[in-house]
């Protein structure tokens, strides 16, 4: 065995701690005061192992990752006079095993097997207690998935590429959900499911650089999916998607490119959607589930622009336009338990974005061995309210999302500090009763890793060091809120404490 075929083996482990204590909260309420205390911790074991076999390469790797979290509210009002209390718990444990082969069949062609599995687990319980009235939520999941896909590639000429290959997938999830009320059961819709879906896609791209400047990507994806529930909601239903996609690049030059893009997108599931849940027994929320989604889809039309400079620099401008079909956001679900707010598909509507991204050595700024890079995105989106019939913003869209990151390598000190900037967003949510609007601040890292020797490193962080908060204003109708005046207003203004990270990391190999 030649040095170039030494295998790669190594074995990763990490180990986190971490620990959050909330400051006190004040609302617009007077005398309300919250105070809220939390902790998690953050087990991951990760190992991976490569080498040559039969002509190819095999990779296999794998990970455990266990978080256990736990939240505590205190809330108490003076006016009037009252206290409510909540005790949040949660386990969630995710695996994975992944095997990779690559192969070559010739100067021109190769082949590629990727097979993959996941398992999840998921342990929620929700305890809420408040001045003559208790609610309990408790809900338990278990999911996975299997991926197996193959992919061909050839080259004909040195102009001409093409891929072509399948992909099988078979995801499942099974939910047991319960909740009670002054302990009394409540009913929910979905609160007992099994759903899987079994998909499968062929998929086919054609590239050829017509000329040295001007390259065309042509390409086809065809998806085709069963998806079925059993339990408290028994039903199935297949789907079929062709998903073409057209890519026109074209580089004038070395600093400079324009690409184009036409294609036929079509969202994956989010099987949490398909049970019940609750958002926040202290709030009074709990959400159906809906076994009977199916995927949003769309044309997109994006525009990009990119331009280097400074021999390490890019700056990148996209525009994006959406024309929108079979959206999820939220619909009412009749029940004769009640009606409970739910994932559903509300039709069509449109969205447009403009992104930027920007990678900036700073060498020639007087700062040696640093580069910061930034990125964001400006979002606009029109549906139509199922409730109301009115045009508004898709739920939970964020119109605004931008971050900039920035790091230093000291080689003398065999370290790299910096820092890690994520600008405030809002998300509302129309519900058929009420409509919540998120605001989280700005957040802020700061970040110091030594690595004494390449295996070994040590790492500090300060989460959250700018303490950011988060205001949720609710705005509750007594009804639907077509037909319905608004009831009350609920506005919570919390202020988390910073987190201070440790983290030590050592690689065997």
Do not use: C
Request: hydrophobic share 35%.
């Amino acid at each position: 065995m030649s040095a170039a075929e030494t295998p790669d083996r190594n074995l990763a482990l990490e180990l986190v701690r971490v620990t959050e204590a909330a400051a006190m909260a004040a609302g617009r309420w007077v005398g309300l005061g919250e105070k809220n205390d939390a902790d998690a911790l953050n087990y991951k074991a990760t190992a991976a192992v490569e080498a040559p076999l039969a002509g190819g390469k095999l990779r296999v790797d794998g990970s455990v990752v266990m978080n256990p979290y736990n939240f505590l509210t205190d809330d108490r009002l003076i006016t009037p006079a009252g206290r409510q209390f909540e005790r949040y718990h949660q386990e969630q444990d995710t695996g994975e095993i992944g095997v990779r082969y690559d192969h070559s069949l010739g100067p021109r062609a190769s082949s590629e097997t990727y097979l993959l599995q996941q398992f999840g687990k998921f342990r929620e319980s929700d305890d809420f207690t408040a001045t003559g009235s208790t609610a309990d939520f408790a809900l338990r999941k278990d999911s996975g998935e299997s991926i197996a896909r193959t992919t061909l590639k050839y080259a004909p000429s040195p102009t001409v590429a093409i891929e072509g290959g399948l992909e099988g997938d078979f995801n499942w999830l099974q939910t047991h959900t319960g909740f009670f009320e002054n302990g009394a059961p409540v009913a929910l819709p979905a609160a007992a499911v099994r759903v899987t879906e079994t998909r499968g896609e062929a998929f086919a791209t054609a590239t050829w650089r017509a000329r040295p400047t001007l390259t065309f990507e042509a390409g086809l994806r065809f998806e085709a999916s069963k998806i079925a529930s059993t339990g408290d909601v028994v039903h199935s239903k297949t789907l079929r998607y062709p998903k073409p996609r057209l890519v026109v690049t074209w580089s004038p030059d070395g600093a400079d490119q324009l690409r184009l893009r036409i294609e036929r997108e079509v969202d994956q599931l989010n099987f949490d959607d398909f049970a019940a849940s609750a958002a926040s027994l202290n709030t009074g929320t709990v959400h159906a589930g809906n076994p009977d989604l199916i995927p949003g889809q769309d044309w997109v039309v994006e525009g990009a622009y990119d331009h280097r400079f400074w021999g390490g620099a890019d700056i990148t401008l996209t525009a994006r336009h959406y024309v929108l079909s079979d959206v999820i956001d939220r619909v009412p679900i009749l029940d004769p338990a009640g009606a409970f707010d739910a994932p559903g598909n509300i039709g069509g509507g449109t969205r447009d974005e403009i992104a930027f991204a920007l990678t900036l050595p700073t060498d020639r700024l007087g700062v040696p061995g640093g580069v910061f890079t930034t990125q964001g995105t400006v979002r606009r989106s029109r549906v139509t309210d199922p409730t109301t019939g009115q045009q508004r913003p898709i739920s939970g869209l964020h119109g605004i999302d931008a971050e900039a990151h920035f790091n230093q390598g000291l080689p003398r000190l065999k370290s790299t500090w910096g820092f890690d900037v994520y600008r405030e967003w809002r998300e509302t949510y129309f519900r058929f009763d009420e409509i919540d609007d998120n605001k989280l601040k700005t957040y802020i890292t700061l970040f110091y890793e030594y690595k004494p020797t390449p295996s070994l490193s040590f790492r500090t962080e300060i989460d959250d060091a700018g303490a950011r908060g988060f205001k949720l204003t609710r705005y509750v109708y007594a009804g639907p809120r077509n037909t319905s005046p608004l009831a009350f207003t609920d506005v919570r203004d919390l202020h988390n404490g910073r987190t201070l990270y440790f983290r030590v990391r050592k690689t065997f190999g």
